[in-house]
């Protein structure tokens, strides 16, 4: 809207305002267009400014005065308090994972791989593409273009097997990412206050989707091999619940990669209370010793309700995820997204497609794999060397993060500040459980840009942990 | 997956299977490959399909056969309608303005500008540099780009009256969409089983938006001047409700566009009932015979929830929406969007905000309010001249569309099919009010194709309304 230099006078004239009393008239605009060599356009347009502000008051033919009644204050608010009443949910408002530190920092935090990971090519070449295309003006259906659908469909039936009937694109809902698919899901599943078992710890983003849905969450632990199904049982027939969440394969934060056998005994309890596995395969494409083989592969009678993103392995800006379902349950999810977003951006979908289809994608995967293996054994190797007071339950087969346990006793939150002061940022566990954590935990992730920074990070951490149990660092 | 012959095999030998006795032995492969001139690893192909379709079984060294125990008939997902309970809200799976008529169709029943009406050129272009910026394969901020953020607040900020604190970037929270937005507000606004007021009749989507929160939509009636003040204070009283939703320029459906006294008197009952007025301006862009000066222009106090989409004026591919909000409120509205979606493709914010800064976005607004002129006139002319039996209350100074009442006792709906059946999609009103309708009316679309169609178009509309009342056509 300004120029620099009516930027410059407005900012002037702001300070000479706070001095100046109310009512005081303002230096004339000829002066003003002297003292700062401005046009008289400039000058005008500043003056806009200072009385679109309400700090000065224009008398036309007379001049321009301080106003004499400024709000000494900001405006109040404070009738929303009793319009909003209590809050339902107890909302995050920028999760640790989602936090932007300094550029100078060490950033063991995050949850989004860096464009060094990604198909940076592929991606720009197919959004160009895309741009150019009938996707840039058009509005895609509902529930996805068919191509992109199909192409969902064709890789989870592609994993089926013979025996069982294959899932097919009409099976396929695209949602603008997997935060909004969990809550549709949530949404579709379970009504405000009915129970919802979900893993813990587990991932933060779908703790928040379960608060926002208003849905009772009943936490089930798991460790390193994934829930114990006696245990799944257990909540499912003590809660009446009818839907369980989890990540079967290379969960986040702990790395826990279901065995075959474990997924069909869940699967089995699940199937018992005719209820729904909400099957997260966030990490589809992040294997590194072991493939995913998703459990919704192995499940014909809608019990599986599977959920497959993009937006980590394409690109950030590529939104775009799938759910699988089918049944009722599926035609109830794509309504709430109907009702939530009506559809999403075709050139995203368009474009995702194109990344998935090319033949550099599957090369980028491997590529992709090596880079995972060798930032993971670094993070690994500096964590036992240098910070041997974190506990490592599990070197992870997959995924993009370590899950390091700390002494008991030691203050998460403030050891994420300590570390954050000296520039390594780190993601404190509690926000990975649904309910009090059990033990104090950090995330760490071994996609950051600088793996040569893991040791001086890892002994930024253990100083921080010395600190606390009052040792010498 | 398969190429062209391998699927023509596949096609005639489910045609061969379906007719065959369950264990029958399939053509050895040898013959598959002569029968069809294919190559063996097409005929391989083929049969993995079927076995993967679970048609048929293969015992190695011996040959293919028809699975004996084939599925009759679909799989059964019965046990989830116990599971799912009943159905929270009436959500329409696809809205009437959302579905694709065939190409021949003369389509008056849309919601979404055609490419001739967009800013085509400066879309692709602004679609290409992001591209190849850093947009393409980076993560925005959860509440949008600074840079959007600043040309929203800057719009509203520009309407603002002088005395007036006026709204700052901060107060602007980015959405995928104005559908989105409303869902969240809601959501902010009133928890499940409060009364929400909303105008009748208004905006499908926002109906089902505030469904799917699972709040009480009370209507109150709004006519060509827009909702009577009396009517609202009468409601918030009556009702203890917070919130009232409302278009009040260019109203979709009625083309109500309220006077600056109607909008402070609505704002003046608001206020009194320390309310909320979530006023979606979903037709910014849209004037015709008059500007927009959106009513949270002349609000300091938090009063007005603020909602401006560009994907309408801009593109559907394009899903970025603002929410302009202050205090609480605005805090509740981010928290909702961040557990919702976390954030919104930063590629499609970065292209929003290079279009609109464009030089020529001015000039194509220009364009199209002359498009939009015409077009509207013409159909208004199509209408008196070739549909008598319609009545337009009001010529609508702008948006998108006419609101046609029909005689009273015709069918919409089998006047919707009737009109199709012609070749002309039309939408029936019943969608666009919250409860039941009061009378029979047609929303018809000027956005459409082809308006050298529309006196033919209306032609029909006539012949099917004295269809079902009897007379001749």
């Not at 935090?109 to 996707?135: N, Q, S, T």
């Not at 293996?373 to 190797?381: F, G, H, I, Q, Y």
């Amino acid at each position: 809207m300004s120029n620099d230099s009516s930027a410059r006078i407005v900012a002037e004239l702001r300070a000479w305002i706070r001095d100046a009393a109310p009512g005081a008239q303002l230096p004339s605009s000829r002066r003003l267009v002297a003292e700062y060599a401005a046009s008289p356009v400039t000058v005008q347009k500043a003056l806009r400014r200072l009385v679109a502000e309400g700090l000065v008051e224009s008398r036309p033919g007379v001049g321009s005065f301080v106003r004499a009644v400024r709000p000494a204050r900001g405006p109040d608010f404070g009738w929303q308090t009793a319009a909003l009443r209590g809050r339902r949910a107890d909302l995050a408002k920028v999760a640790a994972p989602l936090q932007t530190p300094p550029p100078e920092a060490q950033a063991l935090h995050a949850g989004y791989p860096g464009p060094d990971l990604l198909p940076e090519r592929l991606v720009r070449a197919a959004l160009g593409r895309a741009a150019r295309g009938a996707a840039a003006t058009s509005r895609p259906p509902a529930a996805g273009l068919a191509e992109l659908r199909a192409w969902f469909a064709t890789e989870l039936a592609d994993a089926a097997p013979a025996r069982l009937s294959a899932v097919t694109p009409s099976d396929v809902i695209v949602a603008p990412g997997s935060q909004s698919a969990l809550a549709s899901i949530f949404r579709a599943l379970a009504a405000p206050g009915q129970p919802l078992l979900i893993e813990s710890p587990t991932y933060w983003g779908a703790i928040q989707a379960g608060r926002q849905a208003g849905v009772e969450l009943v936490p089930v632990p798991s460790d390193a091999q994934g829930p114990d199904p006696a245990q799944v049982d257990r909540s499912f027939r003590e809660t009446g619940a009818r839907a369980f969440y989890a990540q079967p394969s290379f969960a986040n934060p702990t790395g826990a990669h279901w065995s075959q056998q474990r997924g069909d005994e869940v699967l089995a309890v699940v199937r018992a209370h005719d209820a729904f596995l909400v099957e997260d395969d966030w990490a589809h494409d992040f294997g590194i010793d072991a493939e995913v083989l998703p459990l919704a592969a192995r499940d014909d009678t809608g019990h599986v309700v599977y959920l497959r993103s993009l937006t980590k392995s394409v690109s950030p800006a590529i939104r775009v995820a799938a759910v699988i379902a089918r049944g009722p349950a599926r035609e109830r999810i794509l309504a709430d997204r109907a009702a939530e977003s009506m559809y999403v951006s075709g050139l995203l979908q368009q474009a995702a497609v194109e990344v998935v289809s090319d033949p550099g994608w599957r090369s980028h995967l491997r590529r992709l794999r090596g880079q995972l293996r060798e930032r993971r054994d670094l993070l690994v190797a500096a964590v036992r060397e240098h910070a041997p007071a974190l506990t490592l339950d599990v070197v992870p087969p997959g995924g993009l993060h370590l899950w390091a346990r700390l002494p008991d006793g030691v203050d998460a939150d403030q050891l994420v500040r300590d570390c954050a002061a000296d520039g390594v940022w780190v993601a404190a566990g509690d926000e990975w459980f649904p309910a009090e954590p059990p033990a104090p935990y950090l995330r760490l992730t071994y996609i950051g840009p600088e793996p040569s920074g893991y040791p001086a990070a890892a002994a930024v951490v253990e100083r921080a942990v010395r600190r606390q149990s009052g040792q010498s660092g």
